[in-house]
């Protein structure tokens, strides 16, 4: 399931509205993992585009359908509003043992009914760019944290793709 918001909505009403209403959404919903935060929407956009992607590390970059099917019981890497249900919160022993794994003030754990958490890195989404040298430390902590349960996007027959798709998806993880 995935819902979308344009960027001025987030700046009309401000993040934590946003952070509010995508509680609510999840609230009900029996999840192992979920996300919230900036993405491209690639509706008339060029493929050539894409190098942005990787300037703008924050923005979110998959085409959720496909990855719905495949990704089980795995995190997708980190966003700025990261959903946490059964299995991966138990093997982390909790929202304690999470809280264990995080050193930022800026990271915010917060217990959700029903042995869930949601964990906000930052008080806005950030997309980052790396031409900037901002490239998202409390993102690359939250990848590092959680990088046994970090879903992986199946190979491709072309290997181009295959290696630009696992680039893109260890962005936090590697220099």
Known sequence: MSFWLPTEYLEEKG?????ELMWELADPLPFCSGHAGLAFNHVGIPREL??????????DDTELGHVSWN??????????????????????GGVTGLRSRFSSQEVR???MPG???????GSWPEA???EQGRDLPLYREWARAL?????????????????ETLRWERRFLDR
């Open 71 to 92: 990704i089980g019981t795995r995190i997708r890497g980190p966003a700025w509003m990261n959903f946490l249900g059964a299995p991966v919160l138990d093997e982390l």
């Open 109 to 111: 754990i917060q217990e």
């Open 128 to 130: 980052g760019d790396t």
């Open 115 to 121: 042995n869930r958490a949601v964990v906000t890195l």
């Open 147 to 163: 990088e046994p349960w970090l879903y992986q996007e199946p190979r491709t027959q072309y290997p181009i793709d295959g290696e």
């Open 15 to 19: 993040p934590e509205h946003v952070r």
């Open 50 to 59: 894409s190098f942005l992607r990787f300037r703008h590390p924050g923005l």
